[in-house]
């Protein structure tokens, strides 16, 4: 079954947002099938991050409506309550391009506080899964580490496990190598592609071509606040069809 014959995970449609004058989302329309990966792409400056914001509730959008399977229907053209809010932060899991580990916290403590302390699961059922998450991405001997004391790319690791332990139906992620030194960009794609591949849902903001290429089922391409142009990455990629996709990526290729 292709991925656009699933129920759709998270339907987006018309989402504003202004900060001051500043209209940064005018009119965003996004869908998610379950086991989907869209990675969204554009200029800087272009609403990727807030679109991905407003998708986990850390930014309420001034109107637009969102859906997600199971449980969240959100009109931003009326007050969102705290309970909608809430429901919609727990379905998704987000990874920042600064990890956002706490620095006095061991790995392991960075990993169990949400599922532990926030989600109120029972302690050794956080802790043993934790553990296997982190030798899941090679970080099995590094559980008692703190933040300062790993690489770049290790960190950004402990925060796509931090995410998955979690138990999102949705992982976010936001230039998630778009602060490390190049040598570790890989490393850390990697895990994000073995996530794909094994079916999370996904919706990925970077500039790394070649993931949207090998990883993506789709690429959304922004400009302006608005999604111009989207398709399957052979398509956008080999063949877009509007003037402003073929400019940026002329750009950018
Ligand atoms: P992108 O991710 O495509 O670079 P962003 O969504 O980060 O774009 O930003 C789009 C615009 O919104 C930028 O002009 C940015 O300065 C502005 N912006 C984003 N967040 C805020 C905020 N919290 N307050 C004011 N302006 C913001």
Known sequence: MSPTERMPLLRAAGL????????????????????????????????????????????????????????VDIDFSVPVTQRQRFALRDRSAMVFQNHNLFPHFTVLQNVIEGPWRVQGRPKDEVVAEARSLLARVGLADREDARPHELSG?????????????????????????????????????RVIKELADEGWSMVVVTHELSFAKEAADRVVFMDGGVVVEEGAPAQLFGAPVQERTRRFLARIM
């Open 16 to 71: 504003h947002k202004s900060f001051g004058d500043n209209e940064v989302l005018r009119g965003i329309d996004l869908t998610l099938h379950r086991g989907e990966v869209v990675v969204l792409i554009g200029p800087s400056g272009s609403g990727k991050t807030t679109v991905l914001r407003s998708l986990n509730g850390l930014e309420t959008p001034d109107g637009g409506s969102l859906v997600v399977d199971g449980g």
């Open 153 to 189: 790319g290790q960190q950004q690791r402990v925060g796509i496990v931090r995410a998955l332990a979690l138990h999102p139906d949705l992982l976010l992620f936001d230039e998630p190598t778009s602060a490390l030194d190049p040598e570790l960009v890989g490393e850390v794609l």
